[in-house]
């Protein structure tokens, strides 16, 4: 059975399940172009529809990121971008906004932190839930029960590959809602939406009752507006990383990315 959860993840779900409407999930890496900018890119993504964020913590192995993500990632780091620093930019999002925030992050740099203290921690900073990306689901139970205990969701990532065992595990281990991989190989923008999506849509609907998120490969209104026909959320990452990393030099940063969001999520508002 999932896990019950009262978060701001599950709350914003229940409301919008209310309004007949879909989640917009926006990605950026924490610490890109510097970690002066990312409170106020939150913030901006939020003002242009985005629902939930996840922070990705910036790592020097990202082996599932394409190059867009992977150079972010380069940028964050030599920028000094650091776990207690996310959680300094949390704390400072939460002084003006409750939206949902997932920390997003490969295992590694949350090992080195130090899992209870992690725990404690990024609750204690605002944040509402982990996905830890390479995280075995079949050795998740010990770091799921953790994380529960300080009352954050945990999410993992299901792929068109992934076997009935699997997806059972995914089910079993995640709260507030599951992230679908529309399709396999790493992140990056596509010319159009997979195949694959609809049918793990379907295969997963069948184990759980969790609100579902497709992501990977979304880049455009036409995309998100296929995928909120099949999904409850609509995840995009590299187009947002590329765009920040497009106007990472100028003084509008924040205001192109909010323009932009408002054109993604455009036919989320329509519906």
Same mark, same amino acid.
């Given at each position: 059975?999932?896990? &019950?959860?009262?978060?701001?993840?599950?709350?914003?779900?229940?409301?919008?399940?209310?309004?007949?409407?879909?989640?917009?999930?926006?990605?950026?890496?924490?610490?890109?172009?510097? =970690?002066?900018?990312?409170?106020?890119?939150?913030? @901006?993504?939020?003002?242009?529809?985005? $629902?939930?964020?996840?922070?990705? +913590?910036?790592?020097?192995?990202?082996?599932?990121?394409? =190059?867009?993500? &992977?150079?972010?990632?380069?940028?964050?780091?030599?920028?000094?971008?650091?776990?207690?620093?996310?959680?300094?930019?949390?704390?400072? !999002?939460?002084?003006?906004?409750?939206?949902?925030?997932?920390?997003?992050?490969?295992?590694?740099?949350?090992?080195?932190?130090?899992?209870?203290?992690?725990?404690?921690?990024?609750? $204690?900073?605002?944040?509402?839930? +982990?996905?830890?990306? $390479?995280?075995?689901?079949?050795?998740?139970?010990?770091? !799921?029960?953790?994380?529960?205990?300080?009352?954050?969701?945990?999410?993992?990532?299901?792929?068109?590959?992934?076997?009935?065992?699997?997806? &059972?595990?995914? @089910?079993?281990?995640?709260?507030?809602?599951?992230?679908?991989?529309?399709?396999?190989?790493?992140?990056?923008?596509? %010319?159009?939406?997979?195949? @694959?999506?609809?049918?793990? !849509?379907?295969?997963?609907?069948?184990?759980?009752?969790?609100?579902?998120? %497709?992501?990977?490969?979304?880049?455009?209104?036409?995309?998100?507006?296929?995928? @909120?026909?099949?999904? $409850?959320? %609509?995840? +995009?990452?590299?187009?947002?990383?590329?765009?920040?990393?497009?106007?990472?030099?100028?003084?509008?940063?924040?205001?192109?990315?909010?323009?932009?969001?408002?054109?993604?999520?455009?036919?989320?508002?329509?519906?």
């Amino acid at each position: 059975m999932p896990l &019950q959860t009262t978060t701001r993840i599950a709350g914003l779900f229940q409301k919008k399940k209310a309004e007949g409407r879909k989640a917009f999930i926006a990605y950026l890496t924490g610490g890109d172009p510097s =970690p002066d900018h990312t409170a106020s890119l939150i913030l @901006a993504l939020e003002r242009g529809g985005a $629902d939930l964020i996840e922070l990705g +913590v910036p790592f020097s192995d990202p082996i599932a990121d394409g =190059p867009v993500i &992977q150079r972010a990632s380069e940028r964050a780091l030599q920028a000094g971008t650091t776990v207690p620093k996310l959680l300094t930019i949390v704390r400072q !999002v939460r002084q003006h906004s409750e939206i949902p925030i997932i920390l997003f992050s490969y295992l590694n740099p949350l090992l080195r932190y130090g899992f209870e203290r992690l725990a404690r921690d990024t609750a $204690d900073a605002g944040i509402d839930g +982990v996905l830890l990306t $390479d995280l075995s689901v079949e050795e998740a139970a010990e770091p !799921v029960n953790r994380l529960r205990e300080y009352c954050l969701d945990t999410v993992f990532l299901a792929a068109p590959t992934s076997t009935e065992r699997r997806l &059972q595990l995914v @089910a079993e281990h995640s709260s507030a809602f599951v992230y679908l991989v529309s399709r396999t190989g790493v992140t990056g923008e596509q %010319v159009s939406l997979s195949q @694959a999506a609809a049918p793990l !849509v379907n295969r997963m609907r069948r184990l759980t009752s969790l609100p579902l998120a %497709v992501g990977f490969g979304i880049s455009t209104p036409e995309q998100v507006a296929q995928v @909120a026909e099949i999904a $409850d959320g %609509v995840v +995009v990452g590299t187009a947002i990383v590329r765009r920040i990393e497009k106007y990472a030099g100028s003084a509008d940063l924040a205001t192109e990315l909010e323009s932009y969001i408002k054109e993604l999520t455009a036919p989320l508002r329509s519906v």
